[in-house]
Nanobody
């Protein structure tokens, strides 16, 4: 079992920055591909970013490439999402997720465990 708890969401003006954190329980954190997804009101949940088990490979949605950066600290069982140059369209609930397979990092159906989410609101 893996439990995931997100933090760091909030209200920010367009152009600002936020750093989301996800704390994971369990001794096998380094065996999981970790991802961030988001869901805006009235829209489906979508992929944002993912990072491989040892942090060697990262993956991003086109909409956030160059603005967001995912990282992880396996010693602390933490994964982060640094979000810069935020836009109103980035407003959503952001979810952290863990994937034991890691073959399709952008596919939410591959993820076994999910956090409760943290709200990010970007004002114009």
């Amino acid at each position: 079992q893996v439990q995931l708890v997100e933090s760091g969401g909030g209200l920010v003006q367009a152009g600002g920055s936020l750093r989301l954190s996800c704390a994971a329980s369990g001794r096998t954190f380094s065996s999981w591909t970790m991802g961030w997804f988001r869901q805006a009101p009235g829209k489906e949940r979508e992929f944002v970013a993912a990072i491989s088990r040892l942090g060697v490979s990262t993956y991003y949605a086109d909409s956030v490439k160059g603005r967001f950066a995912i990282s992880r600290d396996n010693a602390k069982n933490m994964v982060y999402l640094q979000m810069n140059s935020l836009k109103p369209e980035d407003t959503a609930v952001y979810y952290c997720a863990a994937d034991s397979v890691g073959r399709a990092p952008a596919n939410m159906n591959q993820y076994n465990y999910w956090g409760q989410g943290t709200q990010v609101t970007v004002s114009s």
